[in-house]
């Protein structure tokens, strides 16, 4: 029964990114100028106060424990209070695994099965000035939440700790970095605890028509794991654009890393298809 679900949501996936990447191409969409050059801004800053809702597909090859499947809804939603931004960022994995691969949301799994469900869930509050200089910053908390429905898809633990985030926005695009870390403080006795670094460094490359290159490089450390485990590097990058179909602004991204520093239950290259809604306030 495992084997049909694994390969229906591989099957799933693979189509909807096709169609989604159909829209992409630019064939049933309008000119991107009409999203505008602050759009393309906001999209670019993580803490911005656009509302929007990414659909992120990734695709795992090359882990000691078999390929992966992950999908990360990741909805943002920022409110305005005086003189400070509170942007909420949730990250939902819903994943088909072969084995239990380690990710940026689950870096201890266990178990040697194939496994769907849901992965455990990340949400994170950053707090950040209205008016800014020409850094924009912001930082706050996150929350680590075992609703993992496999041991190969979580942690099996309660973690918390700080995340927090800088840009800049030259008139070429935009360069920042993202860091977060993460301590378990409650969860099952029998899995190792999480004490985890995530840096994330990226950049955004204008190009005309609402086009884009991108690097978005998710560096992780898992300081439980032993020496030559704890860190995984990628290197890559993809490219974007942003449009509109019909009066619907939609973001899309696809990008490819190879990680040069991994442990075994890492992947070796990871490709990503991101479909995101924007909704300009």
């Given at each position: ?29 309008h000119?991107?100028e009409?999203?505008g ?12 106060s ?5 659909f ?19 909805p ?8 400070w931004?509170?942007?909420s ?6 994943a088909?695994v ?27 509050l ?14 706050g ?19 918390a700790?700080v ?6 926005q ?6 920042g970095i ?8 409650a969860g099952d006795d ?5 004490n ?10 204008n190009?005309d ?22 860190w ?11 449009y ?31 479909f ?6």
């Amino acid at each position: 029964m495992m084997d049909v679900i694994t390969k229906f949501w591989r099957s799933a996936t693979t189509v909807t990114f096709f169609n989604f990447a159909l829209c992409f191409a630019g064939g049933l969409a309008h000119a991107a100028e009409e999203t505008g050059g602050d759009l393309r801004a906001a999209v670019q800053n993580p803490i911005s106060s656009l509302v929007s809702l990414p659909f992120k597909f990734n695709f795992d090859y090359g882990a000691q424990n078999g390929d992966g499947t992950i999908l990360n809804i990741q909805p943002v939603y920022p409110i305005t209070k005086g003189d400070w931004n509170y942007v909420s960022r949730l990250i939902l994995p819903v994943a088909s695994v072969d084995g239990a691969i380690s990710t940026p949301e689950n870096p201890n799994p266990s178990g040697l099965d194939s496994a769907s469900g849901l992965g455990d869930t990340n949400y994170s509050l950053f707090l950040s000035p209205v008016k800014y200089g020409d850094v924009i910053w912001g930082v706050g908390p996150s929350l680590m939440m075992p609703t993992a429905t496999e041991d190969q898809l979580g942690s099996g633990k309660w973690s918390a700790g700080v995340t927090g985030v800088a840009l800049t926005q030259p008139s070429w695009g935009t360069m920042g970095i993202l860091g977060r870390h993460l301590w378990s403080f409650a969860g099952d006795d029998d899995r190792s605890d999480v004490n985890q670094t995530l840096i994330e460094p990226f950049a955004n490359y204008n190009l005309d028509n609402g086009w884009f290159l991108i690097t978005d490089l998710i560096i992780t450390s898992n300081w439980e794991a032993s020496s030559g485990q704890q860190w995984t590097v990628p290197l890559g990058g993809g490219a974007g654009r942003i449009y509109k179909i019909g009066n619907q602004a939609v973001n899309n991204r696809i990008e490819f890393y190879y990680n040069v520093e991994k442990p075994d239950s890492a992947p070796d290259w990871t490709w990503a298809f991101t479909f995101q809604f924007l909704f300009p306030k």
